[in-house]
């Protein structure tokens, strides 16, 4: 089970990481790499959502969401500090 929450962490973490990087690319107008973003955004949040749906029991998922939850949140601390997408040319 702590492997299963680790990996749900690191894809709450990748999920808003690059949510926030198509927010700036939809910000700047960048078509391309926005509709890449928001397909993987889409795909991972997806497979997540139903890996907990069909895989766990009540209580597992409820922590499984939570610790979910927690990567969302330093994805988008991490997303906010970086630079990619952030400069306009």
């Known amino acids: 089970m702590a492997f ?3 990996i749900y962490f690191i894809a709450g973490v990748c999920q808003d990481f690059l949510l926030t990087l198509n927010w ?8 391309i790499p926005a ?3 928001s397909f993987a955004v889409t795909i991972v949040s ?3 959502l139903y890996n907990i749906l069909t895989e766990l029991d009540e209580q597992r998922s409820i922590i499984s969401i ?7 949140g330093t994805g988008t601390i991490l997303g906010m500090k ?7 040319k």
Do not use: D, H, S, W
């Open 82 to 88: 970086t630079k990619i997408g952030g400069k306009n």
């Open 24 to 31: 700036r690319f939809i910000n700047k107008e960048k078509i």
């Open 66 to 72: 939570v610790i979910y939850a927690l990567g969302i």
């Open 35 to 37: 509709a890449l973003f």
């Open 46 to 48: 997806m497979l997540v």
């Open 4 to 6: 299963r929450l680790i």
